[in-house]
């Protein structure tokens, strides 16, 4: 089994950082592709940003030039730099990833989510 623990949120002025960071554990052989998406109330889950294993990015063009990912292959972790935040960015954030298990099955896994709030 692999769990996904995210943290980082938090409450933000309108122009202000935050880093997400998203650890993944358990039995894992490889990850691979490790994403962030968020969530509001009124919106389904949206694609926010995507890195694979050998470090190539994708963004969407809401957060391109604000946001930046990353991420260390020995650690498993996934962190997602977040700049120039605007009320719009308020959701819960999740880390998406798909691992390699000892069961030897590739699944796509999610975190619990972290709530990020822009407010003055």
């Known amino acids: 089994q692999v769990q996904l623990v995210e943290s980082g949120g938090g409450l933000v002025q309108p122009g202000g950082s935050l880093r997400l960071s998203c650890a993944a554990s358990?039995?894992?052989?490889?990850?691979?592709?490790m994403r962030w998406f968020r969530q509001t109330p009124e919106k389904q889950r949206e694609f926010v940003a995507q890195i694979t294993s050998d470090g190539r990015t994708t963004y969407t063009d809401f957060v391109k030039g604000r946001f930046t990912i990353t991420r260390d292959n020995a650690k498993n972790t996934v962190w997602l730099q977040m700049n120039s935040l605007k009320p719009e960015d308020t959701a819960v954030y999740y880390c998406n990833a798909d691992a390699f298990a000892a069961d030897q099955v590739v699944r796509g896994y999610w975190g619990q989510g972290t709530q990020v709030t822009v407010s003055s």
């Open positions: 358990g039995s894992i052989v490889t990850v691979y592709g």
